[in-house]
């Protein structure tokens, strides 16, 4: 395991905080795995669990469905937290597991685990995480059969337990940025050599999978397609077709890069390395905006203000003339076993959307975020660049090593 025993129970001890704080006795927790990694954060951060399986399962009556491949936290205050499974003991590795308490519940399990809940006495106010991960068949046969509890959707209440992270947790993020740069540099120089987006594709996947790692996609795009959609479109985000001399591409690789922690760092670059002077006035202007930022992450800065200086140098660059097809108002997020909602806005742009919580709090070392920014001119392309980074004491430490620009 690459955390202690004592690690995780520093986190229970945050987050039993971060409970009371909130008025909070009790909390569930869900998550989904099992051949998907986007819901996967809060239960692995919790106790190290995932499950096994090769999707979401078909569904099934509700009455007599068996969902193993989601799993459940319960933490009660004062009380170790209990790991929920649809599984048998015989079926998961327990030497992995860190939690005060496992219960196995035989299917129906939502059934079974909706008596538990009755029978131990768990009633009232129930705040819960990740009320969009379990399916609307199996959460409303939980609420019909819980009256005696009002559940309560707390989808922040594991944002500032989370967001600090520890020394470990920080190696876990420098593990996965020397991944992840192995990765992205791969497939940036295979889309400059005019290799198929497949081909760039696999020779990123083969580099972090070597060193342990793992994603959820990687995303290529390149040529006119590109310039109206920023990320691919194609089922895997990359398909057969290669880049023509001279065209733009970007490179973007995101997901669980290392024990479980997210990362998405970006790159744009043009096909042969012989930029047009519009195509290098492109891709080195939306790089002064990621550069510009960068200079502002130091503790005691906002995500207010590194935004207002993001919109400020985007200005500069004429961001307003030929916007990007970028929908998010953002110029960055916080990382973590999850992407939280925490967000730097395009300047004063308001947060409140998509349940973005206020950008007004100072940044600590220990923060790891995402610093990122797209450019749009017509007639040459859109660039997208983005630097995953750590707060420090004296400024943001670079994790994926990449560079940015290959000229």
Same mark, same amino acid.
């Given at each position: ?13 945050? &987050? ?39 999707? *979401? ?9 068996? !969902? ?10 004062? *009380? ?8 048998? =003991?015989?079926?998961?590795? &327990? ?41 609307? @068949? ?23 337990? *989370? ?98 922690? @997210? ?20 891709? =080195? ?13 130091? !503790? ?24 990007? !097809? ?37 940044? *600590? ?6 610093? =990122? ?35």
């Amino acid at each position: 395991m690459f955390f202690t025993k004592m690690e995780y129970y520093d986190r229970w001890r945050r &987050v039993q905080a971060a409970m009371a704080h909130a008025g909070y006795e009790n909390m569930l927790v869900w998550q989904r795995s099992a051949g998907t990694l986007d819901k996967l954060g809060d239960v692995l951060w919790l106790t190290n669990f995932h499950t096994y399986g090769t999707g *979401q399962e078909a569904p099934t009556l509700p009455e007599f469905g068996a !969902p193993y491949t989601f799993s459940a936290v319960l933490i009660r205050q004062g *009380q170790e937290p209990e790991l929920h499974i649809g599984l048998a =003991e015989e079926d998961i590795d &327990v030497s992995r597991l860190v939690c005060g308490k496992r219960v196995h519940h035989p299917a129906p399990m939502i059934l079974n685990f909706a008596n538990y809940l009755r029978t131990t006495g768990v009633e009232g106010r129930v705040a819960i995480v990740g009320d969009d991960v379990l399916p609307g @068949m199996y959460d409303r046969v939980l609420r019909t059969h819980t009256p005696q509890i009002e559940w309560v959707s707390e989808e922040h209440l594991l944002v500032g337990p *989370q967001l600090i992270k520890s020394p470990r947790e920080l190696e876990a993020y420098r593990v996965g940025g020397e991944l992840v740069t192995a990765g992205l540099t791969a497939a940036m120089e295979a889309m400059i050599a005019g290799e198929r987006e497949s081909e760039a594709a696999a020779r990123a996947a083969a580099a972090i999978i070597r060193g342990g790692g793992g994603f959820h996609r990687i995303d290529i795009n390149h040529g006119a397609f590109s310039e109206k959609y920023f990320l691919s479109r194609d089922l895997y985000g990359h398909n057969t077709g290669a880049p023509l001399a001279g065209e733009i591409f970007t490179v973007w690789i995101y997901g669980p890069i290392f024990e479980g922690y @997210m990362m998405d760092p970006g790159r744009t670059g043009v096909c042969m390395n012989r930029p047009s002077h519009a195509q290098k006035s492109l891709l =080195e202007d939306c790089v002064q905006i990621v550069n510009g930022m960068l200079e502002s992450v130091v !503790p005691g800065a906002t995500a207010r203000e590194i935004g207002r200086k993001g919109e400020a140098l985007s200005r500069g660059v004429g961001y307003f003339d030929f916007p990007p !097809p970028i929908t998010f108002p953002l110029l960055g997020h916080h990382l973590g076993a999850t992407i939280p909602p925490l967000i730097i806005p395009f300047g004063d742009v308001a947060s409140g959307e998509l349940g973005w919580k206020s950008p007004e709090d100072p940044l *600590q070392p220990g923060m790891v975020l995402g610093i =990122e920014a797209f450019l749009a001119r017509d007639g040459v392309g859109v660039a997208a660049f983005e630097n995953n980074i750590i707060v420090t004491d004296t400024g943001p430490e670079l994790l994926e090593k990449t560079p940015m620009l290959f000229w």
